[in-house]
């Protein structure tokens, strides 16, 4: 049963405002889901959206944060729970670790590098936890084109490709994880900036 969800994406906002409004509908429908949020601890970017929406909606958050990122990224204190640790090698394995499945929206380096380690910790069995990629504007096409061309050239499996999903929306990737979408957020229309 998945009781918490880590979530990887951007420490900015990208180039689309559209990725900014996902990251909070994501947030919010985590949040009315009950599900906990895990993720890198930023108050700034998609990472910021996504806590401060499933805040709203009364979830439990949970920030992970390397110390020389703690004030670079500007360290979220306004979420349940802020821990900081001494490295990125560190943070991903406490977000691996505590989380049950993983979502990850449109991002830079540091989301493909987390994206990488789950697919393959995953591919080696050290996990089994679903991982599912939230697309938008077909954000994620390159990635699943890299990924069938390493299995072209030998370098994985057919089955490399099973290890993720890819979501066309929000809804699509709760469904993946077996989690139903809350209803429709009328309790958080009066929130809405």
């Keep these: 049963m998945i009781r918490s969800v880590c979530v990887f994406c951007g420490s900015r906002p990208g180039g689309r405002p559209a990725y900014a409004q996902m990251a909070e509908?994501?947030?919010?429908s985590l949040g009315d889901a009950g599900l906990k949020v895990i993720y890198g601890g930023g108050h700034v970017g998609l990472m910021g959206a996504v806590a401060d929406a499933a805040m709203l909606a009364g979830g439990e958050v949970v920030g992970m944060i390397p110390e020389r990122l703690l004030e670079r990224e500007v360290g979220h204190r306004a979420i349940s729970h802020l821990i900081v640790t001494?490295?990125?090698?560190?943070?991903?394995?406490?977000?691996?670790d505590r989380a049950d499945a993983f979502l990850i929206l449109p991002g830079g380096l540091g989301t493909l590098d987390e994206l990488l380690e789950v697919v393959t910790l995953k591919q080696l069995g050290y996990h089994a936890k679903p991982i599912v990629l939230i697309d938008r504007d077909g954000y994620w096409d390159l990635w699943a084109r890299l990924v069938d061309h390493v299995i072209d050239e030998g370098f994985a499996g057919p089955?490399?490709?099973?290890?993720f999903e890819i979501?066309?929306?929000i809804?699509?990737?709760?469904?993946?994880?077996?989690?139903?979408?809350?209803?429709?957020?009328?309790?958080h229309a009066a929130r809405a900036p």
Excluded: N, S, T, W
Aim: aromatic fraction near 2%.
């Design 25 to 28: 509908a994501l947030g919010r």
């Design 159 to 163: 089955d490399a490709a099973d290890l």
């Design 167 to 169: 979501a066309g929306d």
């Design 86 to 96: 001494g490295d990125m090698f560190d943070r991903k394995a406490r977000m691996i």
């Design 171 to 187: 809804e699509a990737a709760l469904g993946l994880l077996g989690v139903a979408a809350p209803a429709a957020p009328l309790a």
